[in-house]
């Protein structure tokens, strides 16, 4: 998690400027620790994950998935506690998480964009 903070890539660096490295820290630690079947550490302490929405003000793009996720893989690497089939099962976790918040973010920004299909009108808008 460190390492997204002191990325060559100020692109990526950019999102997590408005975050505290040590919240930031403690949130993913606890939302892991609940994920992969651990108390509810994450739920009781912030309410319900609700990744979408806690992730809607950042740019969750293909790009920023796959940067996150080559973080994410270096730090298992260089944590050799953890036996190779729970590093692969982490990061098939991993990778779902990162691309279903893409997918989230896409259907938000398609529903605030979407024009009126309709020849003459019917539609509402979208818009939050």
């Not at 939302?31 to 929405?53: D, E, N, T």
């Not at 964009?113 to 818009?127: E, F």
């Amino acid at each position: 998690m460190i390492e997204v903070y002191d990325d060559e890539e100020e692109w990526f660096r950019s999102i997590f400027v408005n975050s505290k490295k040590e919240e930031a820290i403690q949130n993913q630690y606890e939302f892991f620790v609940q994920r992969m079947g651990g108390p509810p550490l994450y739920s009781q302490r912030k309410g319900h994950l609700a990744l979408i929405g806690r992730h809607r003000p950042f740019p969750l793009t293909h790009q920023a998935a796959k940067r996150w996720l080559h973080h994410m893989e270096k730090a298992l690497e260089n944590t050799p506690d953890i036996d190779a089939d729970s590093k692969v099962k982490m990061m098939n976790f991993f990778r779902h998480t990162a691309f279903f918040l893409v997918a989230g973010d896409e259907l938000k920004n398609q529903k605030q964009q979407a024009p009126c299909k309709y020849k003459n009108g019917g539609c509402k808008s979208a818009a939050p």
